[in-house]
């Protein structure tokens, strides 16, 4: 997947502030098929959004559907789609959780951070398959 370095910057941002919660919001992109047919992520625009989780925001979150709907209408007026979410794990390894793996959609990219110490430590990305998986991909960072 491909990351702008300002849009990286304000995923980190998001999660310091949000600390001792977990941060969330969505990513807004294109889809581009490769050689193999296989598609990658490219990220433009992230919409930081509310954890609305009821109970242990700490280690969880969720985005409302009705903040989806708005970010995905504002993702199409742009020519975009959503493509992905990112969210923090405070405290704990930036691994999906099993929750993590049901909030992914089919194609999506899921961008963890994690913060230890009020200092983010490590940040990975997972692409869920359309036929099913979640695997670890690289992000590449643009300038
Ligand atoms: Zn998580």
Not at 64 to 82: F, M, P, Q, T, W
Not at 118 to 127: D, E, L
Request: with cysteine.
């Amino acid at each position: 997947m491909q990351l702008p370095r300002r849009q990286f910057e304000i995923i980190q941002e998001h999660a310091l502030r949000d600390v001792p919660y977990e941060c969330c919001g969505l990513l807004a992109g294109r889809r581009q098929p490769n050689h193999k047919g296989e598609y990658e992520n490219l990220v433009y625009e992230i919409a930081p959004c509310a954890n609305v989780l009821y109970n242990g925001r700490e280690h969880g979150f969720e985005i409302s559907y009705s903040e989806y709907i708005d970010v995905e209408r504002e993702a199409k007026g742009l020519g975009l789609e959503i493509v992905g979410s990112y969210h923090s794990h405070i405290g704990s390894p930036a691994v999906p959780s099993n929750n993590d793996v049901n909030f992914a959609r089919p194609g999506h990219s899921m961008i963890i951070l994690s913060v230890q110490n009020m200092q983010p430590s490590a940040v990975t990305s997972w692409y869920r398959r359309e036929e099913g998986g979640f695997h670890q991909e690289a992000i590449r960072v643009i300038e």
